[in-house]
């Protein structure tokens, strides 16, 4: 076998393995940013506001940054809203039970 074969082979070889690292790393570095950016959603009923006035889900440590939301009986959404640091922020939306826009409209 002549090195003119094996060397092309060996430089395509070295590309796709280069190529492959870095597609390996471009998903991690993009799931890593999706965790970053997914936020919980929890029911209103997991949480509880702490004597510092903040909101923590039930039994947890450090405050929730998240959305918590209320549902009517029906299942429908109710309310909902952000919180940031166990803070509310935003506004508060409403619904009702039919799912047509209470506040704000």
Not at 12 to 18: N, P, R, S, W
Not at 70 to 91: A, F, I, M, V, Y
């Amino acid at each position: 076998m002549s090195d003119s074969k094996a060397m092309p082979l060996w430089r395509e070889l070295t590309f796709m393995v280069g190529m492959l690292l870095v597609a390996c790393e471009r998903s991690e570095i993009e799931r890593i940013q999706n965790e970053k950016t997914k936020q919980a959603t929890v029911d209103y009923n997991d949480l509880e506001f702490g004597t510092d006035g903040l909101w923590r889900k039930v039994g947890a440590a450090k405050p929730f940054t998240g959305t918590a939301t209320r549902k009517h009986p029906n299942g429908k959404l109710d309310w909902q809203t952000h919180l940031e640091g166990g803070r509310p922020t935003g506004r508060i939306r409403e619904w009702d039970p039919d799912g047509n826009p209470i506040w704000p409209k």
